[in-house]
């Protein structure tokens, strides 16, 4: 099944930089979708970027989505501590048979460990 | 009050038996899905509901059924449960807009 794959795995950087996690994917999408998961609990849903966009933002937020070379990058800018977490990019497990849009399920990379040093 | 619950939290069990997750939900989505996380792994869908009478298989079915209840009930069973499925299961919902709104999660210990 198709899959997106974070780059870096493991992130660690000063608080007040800035944290760029990448993603890439193998097949066709309807959307891409960012999440953050802190230690043992659900993921929380950070931006949907749709195949037509190519950038978006949220707050400290920025996505980005290249379909040509099928990778996202996700930029977290002026890091606090707070933003430690895992970070992971999903995109439509059945894009074909679900084209219209509908929120079928998901497929998840392994995401990136963010670290976040005070 | 959350809006998506999973109960029970936690969960040791002994290989063979069967166990029940349940899910509730109170965002009135017609979408609800199962997934688990294995550690250092992302998750991975095992199956999902457009509305009562619709159950579809996702990735990694096998050892595993569902029942949807109600449109805010979707409970996932494991008629006989094996060491390898223990994990971290997920229970998330959804609207037409694709966001998915994920409960806290149960952690699954099969012995």
């Known amino acids: 099944s198709q899959q997106g794959e974070e780059d870096p795995q493991a992130l660690s950087i000063q608080e007040g930089e800035n944290a760029t996690m990448n993603c890439s994917y193998k097949?066709?999408?309807?959307?891409l979708q960012w999440y953050r998961q802190n230690s043992g609990r659900g993921l929380v849903h950070l931006i949907l970027?749709?195949?037509?966009?190519r950038e978006k933002h949220s707050g400290r937020l920025r996505v980005t989505l290249d379909t040509s070379k099928k990778s996202s990058s996700l930029l977290i800018t002026a890091s606090r501590a707070a933003d430690t977490a895992s970070y992971f990019c999903?995109?439509?497990?059945?894009?074909?048979?679900?084209?219209?849009?509908?929120?079928?399920?998901?497929?998840f990379g392994k995401g990136t460990h963010l670290i976040i040093q005070p | 009050d959350a809006d998506v619950t999973q109960t029970p939290r936690n969960r040791i069990t002994k290989t063979g038996k069967r166990i029940m997750l349940e899910c509730s939900q109170t965002?009135?989505?017609?979408?609800m899905y199962w997934y688990r996380q294995d550690p250092g792994l992302g998750l991975r869908l095992i199956y999902y509901?457009?509305?009562?009478?619709?159950?579809n298989k996702g990735e990694i079915s096998d050892g595993y059924s569902v029942s949807r209840q109600a449109q805010a009930k979707f409970s996932l069973s494991l008629e006989s449960a094996i060491p390898n499925q223990t994990a971290l299961y997920f229970c998330?919902?959804?609207?037409?807009?694709?966001?998915?709104?994920f409960g806290p999660g149960t952690r699954l210990t099969v012995l």
């Open positions: 999903a995109t439509d497990l059945f894009p074909i048979m679900y084209s219209g849009g509908g929120a079928d399920g998901l497929t």
């Open positions: 998330a919902t959804s609207d037409s807009v694709n966001e998915q709104f």
């Open positions: 097949t066709s999408i309807n959307n």
């Open positions: 965002k009135g989505h017609d979408r």
């Open positions: 509901s457009f509305d009562v009478k619709d159950i």
């Open positions: 970027i749709r195949s037509n966009e």
